[in-house]
Every structure is written in C-alpha cells, then in structure tokens.
C-alpha cells in the first residue's frame, strides 16, 4: 500500500467521528486552518521550507493542550473517563496502540494526542485526590515545554550552562530553608522521592566505608538500617538494590499517630547489635504516606548524635512545610540531619518529576560516584570543570527537572509557595471537621491531622447496627474498594484507600491540589454516600 492509500485509509478511519470529536482534535476551532491529512513528520523542519507547516502544527497541538487545561479545571467535566485495560489495548473509537510499519499522517497524530488525554487521568482536576503529586500548575507546565524544546543532558556545563547553574542555585536556596548554614551542603536533583533516598544510603555507606566503591560488600560487615514500621518502602528497596538485603532493615514501631515512637528505635539498634550487626543509618519521615505523620526529628537525631549514625529525613511529602511559616516547626529538627529527601512534585505543585536529595557533607556526591569518564568530563576545558555535576550521579543522562521550580519559584515567590501550602492543610482541616459532624463516617486517626492527610471510613446503611468485631470489619473492609470502582466507572471523583496494620480498607484523602475548594471537599462526602448507599 503506498503513502497516499494509507493516508486515505487514515481520513476513512477517522471520518465516523463527530464533529465535536473532530473539533476537540483540532483544537476546538471547528476547522483547522491546515489541512494534515496529507502532511508528515518529514514535511516538518529541520525539511526545507518546513518552517510554516512546523508553526501550524504546533499551534494545532497547543490549542488541543489548552482545551485539555481547561477542561481539567472545570467541575462539570470527568476526573476521568476510564475503561479496562483490556478495552484500550483493543481499541476504543479507532484509538488504537498499535505501531504502524508506515508513517501516519499528521491529522492522525492530532487525533492520537488528542485521544491519549481523553482517556488518562486529570489529575489537574480539582476533585482528583487519588495521590500524593496533583494538580495542573500553567507555569509548571510552560517550564516543562521549554525543557523539552532545549532536550539537554545535566551532566555538563558545556551542554547545559543555564540549567546547571539554576540547579546550584535552587539546592543552595532549598538548603537554607532546611537550616543548613552556607558553609556545607550538597544535592543534585533525582528522578523520584525513591531515587533521592537509594542516595542516601548509598552515600551513608560509603562515608562510614568508602573501600566498598571498588572492593564490593565483601568486605563489610553486615550492616543495619533503621526506619519506622510506616514509612516509604524504598528504603527495604534500597538495600535490597544496594545488597543489605531488605531482611537487615530494622522496622521500628510508632505510636497511634504514625509517629517513630524514639524509645523503640534505641531497643530496634540493641537489637540488630545483639545480632551481630553494626548499624549506620536511620530514615526519619517527615510526612508518612497514609497517615502524614511527622517523626520526632530531634528525638531522632539524639540518638543518631550519640550513636554515630547517619540521619537522613525522608522529606519527600513534609517537604513542602518548610515553606509554610505556620507549619514549617513540623520539621524541628530537620537541620541536624545528614541528608534529606524533598519532592517539589508533590506539596509544591510542580508538575513530575521534580525530587531533591540534599547532602550536608559537600564532596560526598562526587566521591562516592565519580568515575571521570574522558569522553564526558575532561579536565582541561577551558572554564571551570567543578560544573560539570554528571559525576555526583550515578546515573549518565539526567532529565532537566530545575527549570520548571525555578520558574514557578519566580511566579510564585517563597510566599506564594507558603500560601499554597496552608490551603492544602486548611482544605485538610475542613475535611476532618466534616468527617466529626458526619454520622455515618468514622475518621481513623481521632487527631487533627498533621498533614493534607485526612483517613476515615465510610459506614453504609446495612452495616450501622452491626457492632463492633469480626463481622462488622469483614463486611467494611469491602467498602471502600466497592465505592472507589464505582467512583472510577462514573469518572466524579476519584480518593485512594488502603488497609494499614489491624485497621481494615479506609478511604485516604490528600490534598496538593491549589484547585481543590471546599466545595469539592463537600462533594466528595456526598459522593461517597450516594454510591455507597445500597452496600
């Protein structure tokens, strides 16, 4: 079949459409002002004469993205319009993921991109409270443009010189909001809260051994770690990656709130002693996933001070307070650790990925990693080589994740990113206050909320009799993932749950979207009991 005949084949495929489909495709113009039913990626620049062509079809692409925007932030319109896997791997609407052997036109890459947004998630759309990383921030999203039409690598000044420097100059800002003083401090940006704190084992291991980078764990001893019993899974993964083993991380218990309960940590690190292990890092939380609950960073450090331990303060969610000066003093203490974890991506609003570890040791980064490739990182360049940040990472390419903080930093300003944060938490308090008037909700954690962390269950009709024990958990553990596949089907709204030790499946509510009022806090409750009605 010839270019021409599949270009055919491609207007036929996509003629059942209606209007309206067609419209969104294009942008909601009601006609596009090119034809591309017979224009391709190679009629596009760098082909000569491709300059004209290449505006239109940006600007075709940039009105489906603004239509998308917007619709994300209207209430009227779906969180999203979901379908099984199996229904979008055959095909829905003659979308499909097949790959072609023959290039498609590019009307049809405008249908594709317009499709791929009608059947993701908004996860701009302000009744969307499904995770810890929401909401659509415009400027974010002009950072992440720009990012991608400069498609430079971090590893180099040469390369990247603007980039490079913003990203020294956003971990020396985000070192002195932790408390650091200007003398040390260190961090690079990683991909993911996961990845930033693998960093900081990785570089807690090799301050206390450095013969590991060339002589491998053999010649260790065998090492323990210490986390509490609610915090990330990423720290069983990073010795698990790092070879520890998952089995020599010490889970150390926490109180009702979810708080690392100190004593219990000095009990945890006698006990991997008796062992015959040596311990040498402890992860403090600041923002545990569930119940957003804050470790007793002070308490913590004590120990590690007079143990020798390295403290690293997994920050990833709590992070954001720092900004807030009504609930930075959360993280008390935070500036005694050796390394921290803090993910713009989620309190922040910074559109993913966007995760920092900062490291008080300076140097560290670069000891543990460096390798000195010549073909990257030669040192007779003509400017300064200490710009050349590739060896502090472990990885070789490194995504440019700085330019979209430092541009909504500089819309927003330290205040704007404090505001934004309170109303989070006050969204937060709002919900928990609802939740105390509401009878037929129970709240998990009796508290006030620390955190944009709100738990609680719902308690149907058929169950509100029942009392206390067995029976009545077995049929409650069935509610909120009955409710959540009906809030899925409907595309209304869409919250998380979980069980969490003896507690049976509640509904997890956060909120990091700046979008998000109290009228869609109300929503929610109603939503709920509207669809769990008749359970």
């Known amino acids: 079949m010839d270019l021409p005949q599949q270009s055919d084949r491609l207007i036929g495929k996509t003629a059942g459409r209606d ?3 067609h419209s969104a495709a ?32 940006l600007k075709e692409l940039v009105d489906i993205l603004l239509a998308y925007i917007s619709k994300s932030n209207q209430r ?33 890459i405008l249908v594709d991109c317009r499709d791929t947004l009608k059947y993701g998630v908004c996860t701009g759309h302000p009744r969307f409270l499904n995770q810890l990383s929401s ?10 443009w720009l990012t991608s039409a400069a498609n430079t690598n971090m590893f180099t000044y040469e390369v990247s010189p603007v980039f490079v420097l913003m990203e020294e100059f956003l971990l020396r800002k985000m070192q002195s909001i932790v408390g650091w003083s200007d003398d040390v401090g260190d961090g690079i940006f990683c991909p993911g809260g ?32 210490f986390t509490s019993e609610q915090s990330h ?34 009990s945890s690190i006698v006990t991997a002693e008796k062992k015959g292990l040596v311990p040498f890092y402890v992860n403090a939380t600041a923002g545990t996933t569930v119940y957003g609950a804050f470790d007793p960073l002070d308490a913590v450090a004590d120990i590690c001070q007079r143990r020798t331990l390295w403290m690293h303060v997994d920050a990833a969610w709590g992070g954001g307070l720092l900004m807030s000066d009504r609930h930075k003093m959360k993280l008390r203490g935070i500036e005694r650790a050796w390394s921290v974890t803090w993910n713009p991506h989620k309190m922040m609003g910074v559109p993913l990925q966007c995760s920092v570890i900062l490291v008080k040791k300076r140097g560290l980064l670069q000891e543990c990693n460096d390798f000195g490739a010549e073909y990257l990182f030669q040192t007779d360049k003509t400017y300064d080589v200490s710009y050349d940040t590739g060896d502090k990472s472990f990885q070789c390419g490194r995504h440019v994740d700085v330019f979209k903080l430092w541009l909504m930093w500089k819309a927003k300003g330290s205040e704007g990113f404090g505001s934004q944060v309170n109303k989070c938490l006050e969204n937060a308090e709002y919900l928990y206050d609802q939740l105390q008037r509401r009878t037929h909700f129970e709240l998990v954690l009796k508290n006030k909320p620390e955190h944009s962390n709100v738990c609680f269950w719902y308690i149907p009709p058929s169950l509100r009799s029942l009392p206390p024990g067995p029976e009545r958990d077995a049929r409650l553990h069935q509610v909120a993932p009955r409710i959540k596949g009906r809030m899925m089907e409907k595309g209304s709204v869409m919250i998380g749950y979980q069980p969490l030790g003896d507690k049976v499946n509640f509904f997890r509510c956060v909120f990091s979207n700046p979008a998000t009022q109290q009228e869609d806090v109300d929503f929610l409750l109603e939503e709920i009991a509207r669809l769990g009605n008749d359970l």
């Open 26 to 57: 294009v942008g909601d113009k009601g006609q596009t002002s090119s034809d591309f039913s017979r224009i391709y990626s190679r009629d596009l620049l760098p082909a000569p004469g491709g300059e004209e062509m290449t505006r239109e079809f």
């Open 233 to 266: 899974y990423s720290v069983k993964k990073s010795a698990a990656v790092l070879g520890m083993g998952s089995k020599n991380v010490f889970m150390v218990k926490c109180d009702e709130s979810g708080k690392m309960i100190p004593s219990e940590l000095e």
């Open 135 to 144: 909401g659509l921030d415009v400027v974010g999203v002009a950072g992440e």
């Open 194 to 225: 996961t990845i930033s704190n693998l960093y900081s084992v990785l570089l807690a291991r090799y301050h206390f051994y450095p013969e590991v980078k060339t002589m491998g764990m053999g010649v260790l001893p065998q090492l323990a770690l």
């Open 76 to 108: 009227s319109s779906k969180v999203l319009d979901f379908h099984h896997p199996h229904q979008l791997k055959e095909g829905l609407e003659c979308f499909t993921l097949d790959l072609p052997d023959k290039p498609e036109p590019l009307e049809q």
């Open 19 to 21: 209007k309206e489909q």
